[in-house]
Each structure stands twice: as structure tokens, then as C-alpha cells.
């Protein structure tokens, strides 16, 4: 079993010797992984499982992005790129930025118009990317990354970069490294399926090594107006409120349908009222605050248990993809009510609105 410690130099540096990338590429890293594996007492407490939340928010940019980020630009600078090109929808243009500034590179960033949520967008202008809008939806930002990237000096750095999943598969080390085996469940949300697929390429990695005597059963959680595993049809006009999985045509189906289907694993939907719901339930029970797109397993397992389903007895791990203040607007959309209480600057008059007089 694992017996890994770690020193957090960065994903690229503390898992080199696992990582299909050129041997001595030099890391451009702003310390990304060791993400913290959260005990939640709530979700425990409703499955009789030992549940933990991978809580991916905490990386650099506030979302998962930063490990696969940090291998694919540590590569393209490597091979001499000056430019990188990423579709998104939102956090995966973040990540680019930050990592590209640090590298010294020029990013380029194509996005649905309208649909991207305030803090992403803030992120990537702000870390210098030139950021195009396109009338389109994720997947049409995609197929445009892929041409730009055939037909111009610019590297693609969307997780169809295989090395982007390289660096991804390092959350399932780290897991495994924390709880010495792999967990008997791994729920999560998927969207362009990239991160299903490199969890299950690092849990099998792990097994094959011996450093886990098991590889966990997968379960992806898509939103209903974006659920093309789930039918098995891509979604011309994908919609969802939690945008990071609005994506109609994932990129790696057949990866993400390879990891469900080895580890008997399954994809469902969720609302988006059931996603909101378990993002509210989430931040004020376990004080876990994420983006919408990220509460998308938890809703998933809330639905599991509602329907019959039971995790009794296993230890499951929710990963929670990216962090809560990306997109407030989002967020308090449905609790209005809750905040707009405004007194003046006087105790008597605040203890009466608190209710505690
Ligand atoms: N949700 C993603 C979509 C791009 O996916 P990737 O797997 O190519 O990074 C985003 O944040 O943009």
C-alpha cells in the first residue's frame, strides 16, 4: 500500500517519476496539489460510509485545472511553444492564464459568449489572456482551440492534450497516498470527462504498482440539461446554471465510458435545483463553499440515497471540483432574502433582526 510522503513541490515534481512526460521537463508550478481530503460528518452521517470530499478549490487557481495545467505548460514551454490556446468555460481559461504568465507565454482563450461566471472571467483577464468570445457553445469553442492549434504556432492545452491528464491523475495518488488504498467509491461531477478519466488512469496506475490493493467504483454526475453519457447522445444545445459542465460533446466520452464500465461503475443527472441545493447544503453543513458545477456529486449521492441506494460501511471520496467564489452570482441566486436585512449601527436594533431579543 502507499507509504508516499510529500514535500507539496508541486504535482509535477512530487509524482515525476509516474508522469508520461519528457524526463527533466522543468516544472512551471505555483505549488498546485495537496489539496485537503475533508471528513464530512454530514454526508457520513446520512450514508453510514465514511465520506471525504477532495476538496480541489484549494489548488492555486481554485479549481483541478491546476494539475493537468501545470504538466501541459511545463511541457509546451519545454518544447519551445510561445503561445497556448484553451476552449473553456471558464476554469480551464483560469488555470491556462496563471500557469502561461508564470511560463512567460501568451494565452489565448476562447469562450461561449454570455455563459461564463464573473470570477473565471476575472481570472483569465486579469493573468493577461487574450480572451475571445464566441457565439457558440463550449464545444464549438473546442473544435475552433483544435483548428487554431493545427493551423497556427499555438499549443492546445485543453484536456484532449493527453498530458493535461497526466498531471490530473495525481488527485487519485494523493488519495490513495492520504488514506493508504483507494476508496471503495469515487463520485464526481463530468463535463468535458477528462477528470473521470484521469482519476481512473491514476487509481490504475496505483494498482498495477501495488501502491493499492483496489480501484474504486466510479460514478459521474452530469446536469440534466447536459447529459450526454447519461443518454449516450451528445447535447446540441447543452444548459445548465452550473456552467463548468455545460458541454454538450465531451471530449473524453470514450475515456470517461472505458472508467465507468471497468470499474462497474454508472453515470446519472442531476437538476440544477438538486445541484443548487447540495451546493447550499454543502457550504453550511461541512463549511465546504464550491461553484455550482462542483456540488454536482453531491446532489448525486443525496439522489442515490433517496432512491434506496446505500454506501453503508465503504469509504467514498466526492470530489469537489472548484472553488464557491467563482461565480457568487450564482450562488445567491434563490437566498436573496436571507441577506438584504439592514439595521443601524446599533446593538438593540441587531439583536432584534438576529431574533435574539
Ligand atoms: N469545464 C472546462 C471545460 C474544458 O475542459 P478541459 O478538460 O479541456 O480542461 C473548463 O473549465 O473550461
Not at 81 to 107: D, F, I, R, W
Request: proline residues 5%; charged residues 20%; glycine residues 10%.
Amino acid at each position: 500500500m502507499s507509504t508516499r510522503t510529500h514535500q507539496w513541490r508541486g504535482v509535477v515534481e512530487e509524482y515525476r517519476d509516474l508522469l508520461d512526460i519528457p524526463a527533466d521537463t522543468p516544472a512551471v508550478t505555483l505549488r498546485e496539489g495537496g489539496t485537503p481530503l475533508v471528513h464530512s460528518e454530514w454526508l457520513s452521517g446520512l450514508t453510514g460510509a465514511t465520506v471525504h470530499l477532495k476538496v480541489e478549490g484549494n489548488n492555486p487557481t481554485g479549481s483541478f485545472k491546476d494539475r493537468g495545467m501545470t504538466a501541459a505548460i511545463s511541457v509546451a514551454k519545454a518544447g519551445g511553444a510561445e503561445a497556448v490556446v484553451c476552449a473553456s468555460t471558464g476554469n480551464t481559461s483560469a488555470s491556462m492564464a496563471a500557469y502561461a504568465a508564470k511560463a512567460g507565454l501568451k494565452p489565448l482563450v476562447l469562450v461561449p459568449e454570455g455563459k461564463i461566471a464573473a470570477g473565471k472571467m476575472a481570472q483569465a483577464i486579469v493573468h493577461g489572456a487574450q480572451v475571445i468570445m464566441v457565439r457558440g457553445n463550449f464545444d464549438d469553442c473546442l473544435a475552433m482551440a483544435r483548428g487554431l492549434a493545427a493551423e497556427y504556432p499555438v499549443a492546445l492545452v485543453n484536456s484532449v492534450n493527453p498530458v493535461r491528464l497526466e498531471g490530473q491523475k495525481t488527485a487519485a495518488f494523493e488519495i490513495v497516498d492520504f488514506l493508504g488504498d483507494a476508496p471503495d467509491y469515487h463520485l464526481l461531477p463530468v463535463g468535458n470527462a477528462g477528470n473521470i478519466s484521469a482519476y481512473w488512469l491514476g487509481y490504475t496506475q496505483y494498482a498495477e504498482l501495488g501502491l493499492a490493493s483496489r480501484r474504486p467504483v466510479m460514478r459521474g454526475f452530469q446536469a440534466a440539461g447536459a447529459a450526454p453519457l447519461v443518454t449516450g447522445e451528445p447535447f446540441p444545445d447543452p444548459e445548465t446554471k452550473a456552467t463548468a459542465i455545460r458541454i454538450g460533446n465531451p471530449a473524453s466520452w470514450h475515456l470517461a465510458e472505458q472508467a465507468a464500465k471497468e470499474s462497474e461503475g454508472r453515470f446519472a443527472s442531476v437538476t440544477d435545483e438538486q445541484i443548487l441545493a447540495a451546493q447550499r447544503e454543502l457550504a453550511s453543513r461541512d463549511g465546504v463553499f464550491v461553484e455550482p458545477a462542483s456540488a454536482a456529486g453531491i446532489a448525486g449521492m443525496l439522489q442515490e440515497l433517496a432512491h434506496g441506494d446505500t454506501y453503508a460501511g465503504s469509504t467514498v471520496v466526492v470530489t469537489v471540483t472548484g472553488h464557491g467564489l467563482k461565480d457568487t452570482a450564482t450562488a445567491l441566486e434563490g437566498v436573496g432574502a436571507l441577506v438584504d436585512t439592514v439595521v443601524d449601527a446599533d446593538v438593540t436594533a441587531a439583536a432584534a433582526a438576529a431574533g435574539l431579543a
